[in-house]
Nanobody, 126 residues
Framework: QVQLVESGGGSVQPGGSLKLSCEAS????????IYWVRQSSEKGFEWVSG????????YIRDSVRGRFTISRDNVKKSVYLQMKNLKPEDTAVYYC???????????????????WGQGTQVTVSG
């Protein structure tokens, strides 16, 4: 079955860094855009960054541009999110999510994705 498993979250002070990883299985990974999305009580659902099938095309949210970098490894069926200069407003549960087949632009709600993992908590405070 389709599985996405996130890892790499944690608690850091403002200005710190984390690298999130997402390992996929159970579907033709190279055929889908994959997004990192986040959910918090303050802001609700937000898409963060997405990457195309070949790892070239990307979307990045303005509030994280210049601080977050998305990448993928199709051999390892994995997507990564390098996060630097983290801010308290980045605190959220982060999920990797499979964009609906044939769709690539950022989706602004859960209904724009058809699979996601259990999430990994990122807490920025200090």
């Amino acid at each position: 079955q389709v599985q996405l498993v996130e890892s790499g979250g944690g608690s850091v002070q403002p200005g710190g860094s984390l690298k999130l990883s997402c390992e996929a299985s159970g579907f033709p990974f190279k055929e889908y855009w994959i997004y990192w999305v986040r959910q918090s009580s303050e802001k609700g659902f937000e898409w963060v960054s997405g990457i195309g099938e070949f790892g070239v095309a990307t979307y990045i949210r303005d509030s994280v541009r210049g601080r977050f970098t998305i990448s993928r490894d199709n051999v390892k069926k994995s997507v990564y999110l390098q996060m630097k200069n983290l801010k308290p407003e980045d605190t959220a549960v982060y999920y990797c999510a499979r964009r609906l087949s044939g769709q690539f632009r950022p989706g602004n709600s859960w209904s724009d994705y058809d699979a996601w993992g259990q999430g990994t908590q990122v807490t920025v405070s200090g």
